[in-house]
């Protein structure tokens, strides 16, 4: 990473309404097009695919998407991107480091992800203390793996989230009080 990142110093956006977030070995642009004018937009991907070529990198436009965010009453259908003479795939939302960011710019799909993860490494703690695993153990797998999938980037999609998902989750919890999650957050809590 550090290497990359001392490698791609230069790799900059040309338009003010544009900007170009690196992390590791990926690269995100993120273009604003007012006024339907989409011009500076594909011009950024123009110079990002004509620096990977100078610095020899290549773009793998099979893992490469687009999301559009369009807040307009009447949407309009999009000219497709193409890079290097390949189509990008448009999609309506994306994994970005992690979180699941979606074009309408709600926390569904990321919230639904994130509970589905968690409920898959529950059965793994559900099997340790059913064998009998001492507690301090059980504390210490459910902290590092399953509290950490929820926390993690929770400062940023939780607030946005609409929450129905939450309280169903407590009104199910309060319905099966003796189930296994109440009694790990219970346990959890009174450390």
């Known amino acids: 990473p550090l290497l990359y990142t001392l490698y791609t ?3 900059v956006p040309s338009h003010p309404s544009n900007s170009i977030f690196k992390f590791a070995d990926d690269t995100t642009l993120v273009g604003l097009i007012t006024g339907g004018d989409e011009a500076a937009y594909r011009e950024e991907v123009e110079h990002l695919s004509t620096w990977c070529l100078a610095n020899n990198l290549l773009l793998n436009t099979s893992k490469t998407k687009e999301v559009i965010v369009d807040f ?12 290097n003479g390949d189509v990008v795939e448009t999609v309506s ?6 979180v699941h960011l ?15 993860k968690a409920q898959q490494r529950l059965h793994f703690l559900r099997v340790l203390r059913k064998n009998k695993l001492d507690q301090r153990l059980l ?11 929820i926390t993690y980037c929770i ?3 939780y607030a946005g989230s609409s929450g129905k998902r939450y309280r169903s989750m407590k009104a199910r919890t309060s319905r099966l009080r003796n189930s296994f999650y109440p009694w790990a957050i219970r346990t ?4």
């Open 9 to 11: 110093h230069d790799c």
């Open 155 to 157: 400062s940023a999609w």
């Open 102 to 116: 979606s074009g309408e710019l709600t926390w569904s799909v990321n919230t639904k992800a994130v509970m589905a």
């Open 188 to 191: 959890l809590n009174h450390r």
């Open 93 to 98: 939302s994306f994994r970005f480091l992690g």
């Open 139 to 149: 504390v210490t797998f459910y902290r590092s793996t399953i509290e950490s999938v």
């Open 72 to 83: 307009r009453r009447t949407r309009v259908d999009h000219a497709p991107l193409y890079i």
